[in-house]
C-alpha cells in the first residue's frame, strides 16, 4: 500500500486543493459550506520563542495544513478535489470506516534539529546529529459525539534533500544571526514514513454547555506512530478554560487533531472569543531517526532516553473566520547527555475559506 504513493503524489494533492478551492466550493454542497468550510492552517515553531540560549535542538519548524469540509465518504465526496479523491480510493485501508462526522487534511511541512553549538564544523559526538526533514501527510478523522479517531500517513526525506541548511541560513541571514557551521555533519539522504493513529474524547460530552459564555473542558489522547521516521506509543491529556469554547478537540498545534483540523459542530462563534490551554504527553520512543541516525547507512547517532515528557501552555483568540494560537513548550532531555531541556514555541494562524 505504502508503495503505491511517492512524495511527489502528495504534494501534487495538497498544490491540487491549494489551486482549486473555487472548484470544490462550486461542487460542495452548500450547507457543508456553510456548517463547516474548508481551513487553511499556518503554523511556525521556533526555539528563539523559548528564550535566549535556545539556538538548539528541534530549532525550528514551518507546517502549511489544508482542511476539508465535512464529508459524506473519502473517495466519492464532491467537496474533495479530483486528485484528493483519486490518492483516496489507494489509501482505503486507512479509512476509518462510517462515523457521524469525518473529514480530511493535507499537511505539508519541515523541521529542522541542531546541536547546541553552531560554531564548530567538525562532528560533535556527544551532541545530536544535523538533520532536516520534508514531509507531506494525508489525515483523515472520524468523529462520533464527544470521541474522535485520526490516521495520518507521513512521506518525506531526512537528509539534503530536505533543504534545511539552506532554509536556516536564508532565516538567519534576514536576523543577522550567526549561521551554523556544522551541517556537513547533517544525516544522509533516506526517504521516511510515519503511520500514526490516534484517539481522542473530551469531556464534558455536550459542548453545548461551553458554546455561549465561560466554561472549560478536558480533552484525552492515546494512540502511537510507527516508521523510521519516529516509531513511539504515546497518552496525554489537555485542559482548556475560557469564552465561548470551540466544541473540537484541542488548541494545541501538536496534537494531530488540534488547531481546527478535526470535524466540528454548531459553526462559528459570533463575536470574540478566547480561552487558556494547557497540554501534556508521555511518549515511549523505539525510533527518532533525528537522534538514532539513518536507518540503512552508518551516521551519527545520539544514545536516546526511551521515554520522553512534554507540557505546554498558551492562548487562542477566535474572531469570525480567524483563529490566532499561542503556545510553550517544555520537553524533558531526549538523550544522555543533553545540555538543556528542549524549549520552544509556536505560533498558529487558522483561517475558514
Not at 486543493?17 to 457543508?32: G, L, N, S, T, V
Not at 508521555?282 to 507540557?311: P, Q, Y
Amino acid at each position: 500500500m505504502l508503495k503505491s504513493l511517492a512524495l511527489p503524489s502528495a504534494l501534487a494533492g495538497l498544490l491540487a486543493m491549494a489551486a482549486a478551492p473555487a472548484q470544490a466550493a462550486e461542487q460542495c454542497p452548500a450547507d457543508a459550506m456553510r456548517d463547516t468550510p474548508p481551513q487553511i492552517n499556518i503554523r511556525v515553531d521556533n526555539d528563539l520563542f523559548g528564550g535566549r540560549h535556545q539556538d538548539q535542538g528541534y530549532t525550528s519548524g514551518a507546517l502549511l495544513t489544508l482542511v476539508s469540509p465535512n464529508l459524506v465518504d473519502y473517495t466519492d465526496d464532491p467537496c474533495l478535489p479530483r486528485l484528493a479523491r483519486w490518492v483516496n480510493s489507494h489509501l482505503e485501508a486507512l479509512h476509518p470506516g462510517r462515523y457521524e462526522q469525518q473529514n480530511m487534511i493535507f499537511t505539508v511541512g519541515q523541521g529542522l534539529y541542531t546541536p547546541t553549538d553552531g560554531s564548530r564544523r567538525d562532528l560533535i559526538p556527544d551532541d545530536r546529529p544535523y538533520a532536516a526533514v520534508l514531509m507531506a501527510s494525508f489525515g483523515f478523522n472520524a468523529r462520533s459525539g464527544d470521541r474522535l479517531q485520526t490516521t495520518q500517513l507521513g512521506l518525506g526525506v531526512v537528509g539534503p534533500w530536505a533543504l534545511g541548511k539552506q532554509v536556516q541560513q536564508a532565516v538567519h541571514d534576514v536576523l543577522g544571526d550567526k549561521k551554523f557551521e556544522g551541517w556537513d555533519n547533517q544525516l544522509h539522504n533516506e526517504p521516511v514514513f510515519m503511520l500514526t493513529h490516534e484517539r481522542m474524547r473530551r469531556w464534558p460530552a455536550d459542548a453545548s454547555v461551553n458554546a455561549q459564555g465561560w466554561g472549560w473542558d478536558a480533552i484525552s489522547h492515546y494512540g502511537g506512530a510507527l516508521g523510521n521516521f519516529q516509531t513511539h506509543a504515546n497518552a496525554g491529556g489537555e485542559v482548556r478554560f475560557g469564552w465561548k469554547l470551540p466544541d473540537d478537540f484541542g488548541s494545541t498545534p501538536l496534537r494531530p487533531a488540534g488547531e481546527n483540523t478535526a470535524p466540528s459542530r454548531g459553526g462559528r462563534a459570533s463575536g470574540w472569543s478566547w480561552h487558556l490551554f494547557a497540554t501534556t504527553d508521555a511518549a515511549w520512543v523505539l525510533r527518532d531517526i533525528t537522534l538514532d541516525g539513518n536507518t540503512f547507512r552508518n551516521s551519527h547517532s545520539v544514545d536516546k532516553r526511551h521515554v520522553v515528557a512534554t507540557g505546554g501552555y498558551g492562548v487562542a483568540v477566535m474572531y469570525g473566520r480567524w483563529k490566532f494560537a499561542v503556545a510553550r513548550y517544555h520537553s524533558t532531555r531526549e538523550f544522555y547527555g543533553q545540555q538543556q531541556a528542549p524549549v520552544f514555541g509556536s505560533f498558529t494562524i487558522s483561517r475558514s475559506l
